[in-house]
Structures are given as structure tokens and as C-alpha cells.
């Protein structure tokens, strides 16, 4: 792998590692627990705000989940082991990683 192309994972992971915390801090509020007793508050707007809230949690599980797959991948090129299968130690295909950068495995590890 070239130092450019390196380069242009390494940018492609921070971008989206700040993405994701930045969706994260930016929904901070559909997440906040529904508030049962507001006499105010309709039956339905209650389910309605406890399914965006349910929603909203199972979002940022999901985000969580990527975001420490693309700081891992972002921690490997301190390492010098970015582009370097996990399992293996094989260099993971380029094509594979233009898919996604944060790919930890090389195809047969993958798919063991
Ligand atoms: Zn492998």
C-alpha cells in the first residue's frame, strides 16, 4: 500500500469517527427517558416519544458498535498494522478496504 492511499484511510476513519460522535452528542435529547406522569402529555404522543426514544437507543447502540471498530482500525496504523489481517497477519486486499477501512479481517479469515 502506498503512504497516499494510508493516508487517505487514515482520513476516511477520523471523518467518520467524528461523525459518529457528532450524531451521537446532536441526539442526545431523542434519547433522554420519556417522562410517564406528565398529565399534559397525551397516551399517544407518549407512545410516540417512547418509540423515538426506543429508536433513538437502538441507533446509538448501533453507532457505538461502529465507533469502536473505527477506532480500532484507527489505533492499528499506530501500531504500523493498519491494512494487516487480525487473524492472519495476511495484508487485507485494498478492494476490501475501500469497502470499508475499518475491516479488521482479510477475506478467509472472515469468512472462517
Ligand atoms: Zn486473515
Not at 13 to 36: F, G, I, S, Y
Not at 41 to 59: F, P, S, T
Amino acid at each position: 500500500m502506498t503512504p497516499e492511499r494510508r493516508d487517505a484511510f487514515r482520513a476516511l476513519l477520523q471523518a467518520e469517527a467524528q461523525d459518529l460522535e457528532t450524531a451521537e452528542r446532536d441526539t442526545a435529547d431523542d434519547r433522554r427517558p420519556v417522562e410517564l406522569d406528565q398529565q399534559s402529555v397525551g397516551r399517544l404522543a407518549r407512545m410516540d416519544a417512547m418509540q423515538v426514544q426506543a429508536m433513538a437507543a437502538a441507533q446509538s447502540r448501533r453507532r457505538a458498535g461502529r465507533l469502536k471498530r473505527v477506532k480500532a482500525a484507527l489505533a492499528r496504523f499506530d501500531e504500523g498494522e493498519f491494512g494487516f489481517c487480525q487473524g492472519c497477519g495476511d495484508e487485507i486486499a485494498e478492494k476490501r478496504l475501500d469497502l470499508d477501512p475499518a475491516i479488521p479481517l482479510c477475506v478467509s479469515c472472515a469468512s472462517r
